[in-house]
């Protein structure tokens, strides 16, 4: 018996609102009370803080989370990784550098619709069924940024002005980078507003990078335990108001969507103060683990690739040398590995550990311990392809960055070689699942993990998740 079409339930839905960054702590606590639609998703739903992968950047993180692989299985280790084992050669981990598929993939498989924007590393862009505007890592309007591609001359029309990312986020102007992340932020939501009108769809992802670029810009203006914060400055709401913003839109979005749409907030990692930056490669240099041609002059600050291009390295004394960012990648010299190796094969490990346990024991500059974690990838990825680093270093559990160029005249830095940045990555992201289908009654769920989400989309669009998937269904 066929039943009437009012007892009948439609096709479930899944609707992803990615922020990049997002911090758990803000959002379920410190302005919990600010973020009315945020915290009734989670009071009718299921949330708790998602531990992100190693390294905690949006660069693996956001493929891993919606592949269910971890970053040694997808081979990416950061937005830079050696192309090769020469010293110099790194290249953008874009697009062409995922392997293995994501979510739309299996999706697209089973013939449902997908709508994916700005989700990273989807430049270049791939066909799946539905429509895709690419991420952050995009080169500009110039290029083929849109599935199908006819979408763009579209994406034009609704925000001449669409912008993938803003112009430089470590700058003194904080005025103008506010400008540009609510241009960047609302000409995007223009499209999204767009394409929820007129597009059909099973799956539908939009991420914001406007958070990760708020935190970095403004940290210090809003957090007292930061060491520049100064009370009643300008910049001090200027995090919490973007949230609230945030907040309001995904509000509208609520009336917008199917009111059986099940509804996924989600971050990849989250925000803390940086505290200060340790120089690796000078101290990597000043321990003898690093040996120059050239001494590097205090006060002129120089990159380790610039040295590296110009043959200012002895390889042939060398046993290793470090990449900044924020955290840490330690690369060994490795014989038969590397050109110019001097480690011996038998004595690497007892190299790694030494060198591992050293780092580990850098205190800050008072002398105090900062209780730095160092990894081997070996050890926490299910498989190592690509070129991995070595170690793979949290200095002060992220709350130092790891410096790459020298000439500072010290291991301690707290002006950021890249530009003004005063925060770093948490390890913890978080997550909201509200299904008006099975309501969470406000469960918190703890010990979640980023790959947990594949499966848990998969599943509730009724598919099964791929016995490879490392990750677990949350419902």
């Given at each position: 018996?066929?039943?009437?079409s009012?007892?009948?339930?439609?096709?479930?839905?899944?609707?992803?609102?990615?922020?990049?960054?997002?911090?758990?702590?803000?959002?379920?606590?410190?302005?919990?009370?600010?973020?009315?639609?945020?915290?009734?998703?989670?009071?009718?739903?299921?949330?708790?803080?998602?531990?992100?992968?190693?390294?905690a950047?949006?660069?693996?993180?956001?493929?891993?989370?919606?592949?269910?692989?971890?970053?040694?299985?997808?081979?990416?280790?950061?937005?830079?990784?050696?192309?090769?084992?020469?010293?110099?050669?790194?290249?953008?981990?874009n697009?062409?550098?995922?392997?293995?598929?994501?979510?739309?993939?299996?999706?697209?498989?089973?013939?449902?619709?997908?709508?994916?924007?700005?989700?990273?590393?989807t430049?270049?862009?791939?066909?799946?069924?539905?429509?895709?505007?690419?991420?952050?890592?995009?080169?500009?309007?110039?290029?083929?940024?849109?599935?199908?591609?006819?979408?763009?001359?579209?994406?034009?029309?609704?925000?001449?002005?669409?912008?993938?990312?803003?112009?430089?986020?470590?700058?003194e102007?904080?005025?103008?980078?506010?400008?540009?992340?609510y241009a960047?932020?609302?000409?995007?939501?223009?499209?999204?507003?767009?394409?929820?009108?007129?597009?059909?769809?099973?799956?539908?992802?939009?991420?914001?990078?406007?958070?990760?670029?708020?935190?970095?810009?403004?940290?210090?203006?809003?957090?007292p335990?930061?060491?520049?914060?100064?009370?009643?400055?300008?910049?001090?709401?200027?995090?919490?108001?973007?949230?609230?913003?945030?907040?309001?839109?995904?509000?509208?979005?609520?009336?917008?969507?199917?009111?059986?749409?099940?509804?996924?907030?989600?971050?990849?990692?989250?925000?803390?103060?940086?505290?200060?930056?340790?120089?690796?490669?000078?101290?990597?240099?000043?321990?003898?683990?690093?040996?120059?041609?050239?001494t590097?002059?205090?006060?002129?600050?120089v990159?380790?690739?610039?040295?590296?291009?110009?043959?200012?390295?002895?390889?042939?004394?060398?046993?290793?040398?470090?990449?900044?960012?924020?955290?840490?990648?330690?690369?060994?010299?490795?014989?038969?590995?590397?050109?110019?190796?001097?480690?011996?094969?038998?004595?690497?490990?007892?190299?790694?550990?030494?060198?591992?346990?050293?780092l580990?024991?850098?205190?800050?500059?008072?002398?105090?311990?900062?209780?730095?974690?160092?990894?081997?990838?070996?050890?926490?990825?299910?498989?190592?392809?690509?070129?991995?680093?070595?170690?793979?270093?949290?200095?002060?559990?992220?709350?130092w960055?790891?410096?790459g160029?020298?000439?500072?005249?010290?291991?301690?830095?707290?002006?950021?070689?890249?530009?003004?940045?005063?925060?770093?990555?948490?390890?913890?992201?978080?997550?909201?699942?509200?299904?008006?289908?099975?309501?969470?009654?406000?469960?918190?769920?703890?010990?979640?993990?980023?790959?947990?989400?594949?499966?848990?989309?998969?599943?509730?669009?009724?598919?099964?998740?791929?016995?490879?998937?490392?990750?677990?269904?949350?419902?």
């Open positions: 018996m066929k039943l009437p009012f007892f009948r339930r439609s096709p479930p839905r899944v609707f992803v609102v990615g922020l990049d960054c997002a911090a758990p702590e803000l959002v379920f606590d410190r302005w919990r009370d600010d973020l009315p639609n945020l915290r009734r998703l989670a009071a009718e739903g299921i949330w708790g803080e998602l531990q992100s992968c190693i390294p950047i949006t660069v693996p993180a956001w493929s891993s989370m919606l592949s269910s692989r971890d970053p040694g299985v997808l081979g990416i280790y950061g937005f830079h990784n050696r192309a090769d084992r020469s010293y110099a050669r790194m290249v953008v981990a697009g062409e550098h995922v392997k293995e598929k994501r979510v739309w993939d299996y999706l697209t498989a089973a013939g449902k619709r997908s709508v994916v924007i700005g989700v990273p590393q430049f270049p862009v791939k066909p799946l069924n539905g429509c895709l505007i690419s991420d952050f890592l995009t080169p500009g309007q110039h290029s083929a940024f849109t599935y199908p591609p006819s979408l763009k001359e579209e994406v034009l029309r609704i925000a001449p002005d669409y912008a993938f990312d803003v112009e430089e986020f470590r700058t102007d904080k005025e103008g980078l506010l400008r540009q992340i960047m932020t609302e000409a995007r939501f223009k499209v999204v507003d767009a394409l929820l009108e007129r597009e059909p769809w099973d799956f539908f992802m939009v991420m914001e990078i406007g958070v990760d670029r708020i935190h970095h810009g403004f940290w210090s203006h809003h957090d335990q930061h060491f520049r914060y100064q009370p009643g400055n300008p910049y001090e709401r200027a995090i919490h108001d973007y949230y609230v913003y945030l907040d309001a839109k995904i509000g509208a979005w609520l009336e917008m969507i199917p009111k059986d749409a099940i509804v996924l907030v989600v971050s990849d990692h989250g925000a803390k103060r940086m505290d200060g930056g340790i120089c690796l490669n000078e101290w990597l240099w000043r321990e003898g683990y690093l040996v120059l041609k050239e590097p002059e205090p006060g002129r600050m990159t380790f690739d610039s040295l590296a291009q110009r043959g200012a390295v002895d390889w042939s004394r060398t046993r290793a040398w470090g990449s900044g960012g924020y955290y840490g990648r330690v690369f060994l010299n490795v014989q038969g590995r590397e050109p110019e190796g001097v480690i011996a094969p038998s004595e690497y490990e007892a190299v790694r550990d030494e060198l591992a346990q050293r580990a024991d850098i205190p800050n500059h008072r002398g105090e311990a900062i209780g730095t974690r160092v990894f081997k990838p070996q050890d926490i990825y299910q498989q190592v392809n690509g070129i991995a680093p070595d170690l793979i270093v949290y200095f002060g559990d992220l709350l960055r790891s410096v160029s020298l000439g500072h005249g010290d291991i301690y830095t707290f002006n950021n070689d890249t530009g003004p940045d005063d925060c770093n990555h948490a390890q913890n992201g978080l997550f909201i699942w509200r299904d008006p289908r099975r309501p969470g009654g406000g469960r918190h769920i703890a010990g979640a993990q980023l790959m947990d989400i594949a499966p848990t989309v998969l599943q509730a669009l009724g598919l099964s998740a791929p016995a490879q998937m490392q990750g677990r269904a949350l419902i």
